[in-house]
């Protein structure tokens, strides 16, 4: 067993990074040494006693476990830009901005045999995603620091899926146009409706085909002993945008 993994109980879980040093839980203090002799599906214990399992840090935890900078996108929502663009894995995509680089890696993830091309302007979120790509051991992603729009420029028609979670999207409708492939698809995620309806205008306007806007909502169950009933908190997140180029 080697690092990264997971240490879990319940809801509380860490990501151990190296198998040295001391982990602080709100259940007392685990020494990560004792991890070196360690199997998945065992446990260790903090100074309490209190016993945390060994798990494997898997792609589903990225989300909850990557280091965060500007706000990432949710799993329901990459599930559904995977499921509705019909992703393969052996496409070459481009995604702007990276942010913290949790689409970029979801992607990649499910692009085993392809690429992905992820753009952002700011050098210290472009940090912290290289490092969260590094830690998820992807090496499928090429990471480019600077304007999504001016990098678009060196590209041709080449990329099956054109991912924008960004502001000044509308600008870059008809550069998508430009780098997708026939048949390649433009996803665009907005958390507000206003602008989620000038991306939709402006893809229309460059002419996507099988033009769709769709919000995903998340809601859980709250599965209690008198009985389940869907709980008050609804996942809501924002808009997505999908068109098609031919
Ligand atoms: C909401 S975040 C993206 C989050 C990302 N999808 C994720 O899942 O982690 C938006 C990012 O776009 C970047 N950005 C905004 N305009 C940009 C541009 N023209 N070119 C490149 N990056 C841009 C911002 O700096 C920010 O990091």
Do not use: C
């Amino acid at each position: 067993m080697k690092p990264p993994v997971v240490l879990s109980r319940g809801k509380n879980s860490f990501l151990v990074e190296k198998f040295g040093g001391k982990l602080h839980t709100h259940h007392g203090i685990i020494e990560l040494s004792e991890l070196n002799n360690k199997s998945f599906g065992e446990s260790v214990k903090t100074h309490l006693g209190v016993e945390y399992k060994i798990v494997p840090f898997n792609p589903s935890e990225f989300f909850k476990h990557f280091k965060r900078g500007a706000t990432p996108l949710m799993p329901k929502d990459i599930g559904a830009i995977i499921a509705y663009t019909g992703l393969s894995p052996d496409s070459l995509i481009f995604d702007a901005g990276t942010g913290s680089g949790i689409l970029a890696a979801y992607l990649a993830y499910f692009n085993k045999f392809g690429e992905v091309v992820t753009v952002e302007k700011r050098e210290d979120f472009a940090k912290i995603a290289r490092r969260n790509f590094k830690l998820a051991g992807l090496k499928n992603i090429h990471q480019i620091l600077g304007d999504a729009i001016i990098v678009a420029e060196g590209f041709k028609k080449e990329f099956d899926l054109v991912v924008l979670d960004m502001k000044d999207d509308v600008a870059f409708v008809p550069k998508a146009k430009q780098i997708l492939r026939v048949g390649g698809y433009l996803a665009v995620y907005n958390p507000y409706i206003e602008a989620t309806r000038e991306v939709y205008n402006a893809m229309s306007k460059n002419e996507f085909r099988e033009l769709e806007a769709f919000e995903i909502l998340r809601i859980d169950l709250d599965i209690k002993r008198v009985g389940t009933r869907t709980s008050t908190g609804v996942w809501h997140t924002g808009y997505i945008v999908i068109g098609r180029k031919y």
